[in-house]
């Protein structure tokens, strides 16, 4: 460190970058280690009940649990179609045969 | 009992070649004969970093399929009797490895050797898989920086779910941080991770850090692995590295800024 440095603003960008890191990390731990079997199946199965009322693709919907310190919280997040889509006559029709398919 | 490293990191980039040739070099020097393994298949350069290029005659893959034995692929080190380097082939790719394959010519080379170096590949796909999968020690190769720790983590989280160790229920690949490029300068103007903050953040335990040197590319441009440059700092961190892997008490080094005369100080450097 030379003389000129002691009057260069500090930016300590350190301490930002330790706290995005503590936060990705503990979300990516969640997603591929921590990650609670049963969450595949309650997404699918919400995916389902939200398919009965609204016309959404399979993607539509995504689920994650968070752990923080003391507490988990779990993250739903649903994208409803805009609009235009939902006056679309074949939705609804996808609608029933994928309702059909799931009672078989 | 024969240990398999492995060297790997996730990033690219990050020195996972200049440090498995350095570590190979430094146990071999300790009088442990030592294997260093290329498996970036499609993109040899542990040939380049140990200075032995013209002399590959057959590859890792050439030894798989059985087309060349295991000693004709080994190319021993000239500087030191004890290494041996088993070079990655450059024109196939990376699906010219098989876990049966690799596992086989592991097997084959334990019976020779007490240590054998895995230079892995980046990324988490089938080089850098079969790379990490027989180790029974990882080094992990990190740079304090968000994207390498970041990918760090998630090497980590492969080491412990997809190696052999991992899948057998056996005990699990012990875990080891080299924190490389790392400018104590910059931590002290708080615009670069600390040791400590990598270590908290991995939960590792810390093998060395490695200090961001010019003296590295001089090293791979002559194609001396840079443990045998004595003066260079860099050399000496992996020195420290080998002996404390090795079970020697090392105080860590090139955490805190060098100190400087007066001159220094006022016009840096």
């Known amino acids: ?104 | 009992m024969t240990r398999i490293i492995v060297i790997t990191s996730g990033k690219g980039g990050v020195g996972k070649t200049t440090t498995s040739a350095s570590i190979a070099m430094g146990l071999a020097k300790k009088g442990h004969k030592t294997a260093v393994i290329d498996f970036d298949v499609g993109l040899r350069n542990l040939d380049l970093i140990m200075g032995c290029e013209r002399r590959v005659v057959y590859d890792f893959v050439n030894v798989i399929n059985g087309e060349a034995t295991l000693n004709q692929a080994l190319i021993k080190d000239k500087r030191c009797e004890n290494l041996y380097i088993l070079p990655a082939s450059q024109t196939r790719d990376k699906d010219a490895l098989s876990f049966e394959g690799v596992g086989k010519v592991l097997a084959e080379l334990k019976k020779d050797f007490d240590y054998i170096v895995c230079d892995s590949p980046a990324g988490i796909e089938t080089g850098a898989n079969m790379a990490m999968y027989y180790a029974d020690d990882a080094f992990v190769v990190t740079n304090p920086e968000i994207s390498s720790v970041r990918d760090s983590d998630r090497m980590l989280g492969i080491l412990s779910s997809k190696s052999l160790r991992a899948q057998k229920g056996k005990e699990p690949i012990k875990e080891y941080l080299l924190l490389s490029r790392y400018s104590p300068s910059r931590v002290k103007l708080g615009d670069m991770l600390s040791v400590d903050d990598v270590q908290e953040i991995l939960s590792l335990h810390l093998l060395g850090v490695i200090p961001e040197s010019l003296d590295v590319l001089n090293a791979s441009n002559s194609g001396v692995p840079i443990i045998l440059d004595e003066k260079s700092s860099v050399g000496q961190a992996y020195t420290d590295i080998v002996a404390r892997y090795l079970g020697e008490e090392k105080v860590h080094r090139f955490i805190e800024e060098e100190r400087k005369g007066l001159f220094g100080r006022l016009f840096g450097g």
């Open chain 1, 1 to 104: 460190m030379s003389l000129l440095d002691y009057f260069k603003k500090r930016s300590n960008t350190a301490n930002t970058v330790k706290n995005r890191l503590e936060i990705i990390i503990a979300h990516d731990r969640a997603v591929s280690r921590g990650q609670p079997s049963y969450l595949p199946a309650l997404q699918q199965e919400l995916l389902e009940v939200i398919q009965k009322y609204i016309a959404v693709g399979q993607d539509a919907i995504s689920v994650n649990l968070e752990q923080n310190d003391n507490q988990e919280i779990l993250e739903l997040n649903i994208a409803l179609p805009d609009e235009t889509k939902k006056q679309e006559p074949k939705i609804p029709v996808k609608l029933k045969k994928s309702r059909r398919n799931k009672k078989r």
